[in-house]
């Protein structure tokens, strides 16, 4: 095989791998950035609303994630709330995770789960870290 040869081949791999590359970032990146659990767009739509306009806001772990959805509650019971629960959130960050939600609305009802605090993996440090971590010792 002629040298010139190799390097043609060489070449079209390069062109195909990279193909496939731009592909596959394209739908990996399009499925991330639609997730309900994108939070930063989560935190746009809510800062967008006019205020008092979200009756109730839910914060928490992966139940709460999953398991609330603002449209049905809608559709069902005829009250606005947003979900900004995310996977594997600890008792710390969904504490600042409501006091960054309380500065743009005041709910009717904040509906918090703490599962951090109760799960055996994660107990140990979660309640230390988040009374170590709260600025505000009077809560």
Do not use: C
């Amino acid at each position: 095989m002629k040298r010139s040869d190799i390097i043609k081949k060489v070449i079209i791999f390069i062109l195909i791998v990279t193909v496939i590359w731009i592909l596959l970032h394209v739908t990996i990146d399009f499925k991330w950035a639609t997730t309900m659990e994108h939070l930063a767009d989560r935190y746009a739509d809510y800062e967008r609303e006019p205020a008092n306009s979200v009756d109730v806001l839910y914060i928490g772990s992966s139940p709460t994630y999953e398991a609330y959805v603002p449209a049905e509650m809608y559709h069902e019971a005829g009250f606005t709330s947003i979900n900004l629960g995310t996977s594997n959130n600890r008792p710390i960050t969904e504490y600042y995770n409501l006091m960054y939600a309380l500065k743009f609305q005041t709910p009717k009802l904040v509906v918090l789960d703490y599962m951090g605090f109760f799960d055996p993996d994660f107990k140990s440090y979660s309640v230390r870290d988040f009374v170590e971590n709260v600025p505000d010792k009077d809560i």
